[in-house]
């Protein structure tokens, strides 16, 4: 029973070609993260939803955008991929109590390879 | 700049072994901390979550939270080659209303028959 399911799996794309990844949720959550991981490094976040309320991190580029059209789906836009953007792009989800002591879940992940 | 540490590893063990894994981090405000396994090519799994201090136990794999010292640390008992993986610490960043991660680059276990 997938929870955060996440689309493509793989996806090549070519340099400055734009891409989207996809993310969905069967948890109702109302957090949801887009991460960027390359290897042997932590997960990077770019950027959060919580509900419609986005918030960017202040590192990251402004080749990445993201969508949030409603509480299930959210989207990573990268509108002009470089080599160096080239990683695992893994999307989760949290509930929230205001408590900070929601987990979070991630889905499999989305690995983008740039031509 | 919060930040979390851990031993990048490899920290082998034998099979039937303990494996310690341990992480430091540096937001006194933190209040939970969590362990997720992760697997090459695969996206990271929750293992442990632990909030308060002293020992949280869950099978074979126990959580130690010290606030005072800034120090988390997950024991495996009975270690088997399937729990071979990194270990990725991750501590809740403090933010009210939304609950941001900080992630360790993780240590990688290798268990050994």
């Known amino acids: 029973d997938a929870m955060v399911i996440q689309n493509p799996r793989y996806q090549v794309t070519q340099f400055g070609k734009p891409v989207t990844l996809s993310c969905s949720q069967t948890l109702n959550h109302n957090v949801m993260y887009w991460y960027q991981q390359k290897s042997s490094q932590a997960p990077k976040l770019l950027f959060h939803?919580?509900?419609?309320?986005?918030?960017n991190e202040a590192d990251t580029p402004d080749n990445f955008q993201s969508r949030r059209p409603n509480t299930s789906f959210c989207f990573l836009d990268i509108r002009s991929p470089g080599l160096g953007d080239a990683a695992m792009y893994l999307c989760a989800t949290s509930g929230t109590t205001g408590t900070g002591q929601e987990t979070q879940y991630f889905g499999p992940g989305t690995r983008l390879l740039v031509l | 700049q919060k930040e979390v540490e851990q031993n990048s590893g490899p920290l082998s063990v034998p099979e039937g072994a303990i494996a310690s894994l341990n992480c430091t981090y540096s937001d006194r405000v933190s209040q939970s901390f969590f362990w997720y396994r992760q697997y090459s090519g695969k996206s990271p799994e929750l293992i442990m979550s632990i909030y308060s201090n002293g020992d949280k136990e869950d099978g074979r794999f126990t959580a130690q939270l010290n606030k005072a010292s800034q120090y988390v640390s997950l024991l495996i008992r009975d270690s088997q080659p399937s729990d071979s993986a990194t270990y990725l610490c991750a501590v809740n960043s403090g933010s009210y209303n939304t609950d941001k991660l900080i992630f360790g680059t993780g240590t990688r276990l290798q268990v050994f028959p």
């Open positions: 939803y919580y509900d419609k309320d986005f918030n």
